[in-house]
């Protein structure tokens, strides 16, 4: 099957297995060995922003990323979104250990664009990566810290418009 999809910027055309996990095909197909692959365990390792979204790229088929744009961390963590949540991580003095660091700033950069300030609902997105270096307030946290940053950055660059 042909998927037409644009990962990282790049505009692609590739010849796949139809149920193929995004995870195989951005490691495989794509050369980016970052990402985890756990055969649909669901570790939450391996989280990218889908059309903007956070999911689990281990539990994407291939048929559902024709038109779509997948971003991983290693073009996301050049982005001004990524120093957002940096400095939210330095000014909450919380930081999420390496093995999940890549995947918990990619839900944050979701709920951040989306504006979720709801407690409940950022620790059901968050719950997605089973990795328990971070305490769910300082998860709550990080996110509202961010999102107060950006808008502050965001109302400060309207203003020089």
């Known amino acids: 099957m042909k ?4 990962i990282d910027g790049k505009t692609l055309t590739l010849s796949l297995n139809s149920d193929k996990p995004l995870s195989l095909i951005l490691r ?4 980016i060995d970052s990402i985890n692959h756990c055969n649909g365990k669901v570790c939450g390792l391996c989280a990218v922003l889908l059309d903007g979204k956070a999911v ?3 539990l994407v088929p291939a048929f559902e990323l024709n038109g779509k744009e ?5 073009a996301f963590q050049r982005t001004r979104g990524m120093k957002d949540i940096e400095k939210a991580y330095e000014m909450t003095g919380a930081t999420p250990c390496n093995s999940c660091y890549a995947s918990r700033s990619m839900i944050f950069e ?3 664009a989306e504006g979720v300030t709801d407690r409940s609902e950022i620790l059901k997105q968050l719950s997605l990566v089973k990795c328990r270096c971070m ?10 810290k961010a999102i107060e940053i950006r808008r502050k950055r965001n109302v400060r660059r309207s203003q020089f418009a």
């Open 28 to 31: 495989e197909n794509i050369g």
């Open 70 to 74: 997948v971003i991983t961390f290693e």
């Open 56 to 58: 689990l790229s281990c």
């Open 3 to 6: 998927i037409d999809c644009t």
């Open 110 to 112: 979701s709920l951040i």
């Open 135 to 144: 305490t769910p307030d300082d998860e709550v946290n990080v996110v509202l």
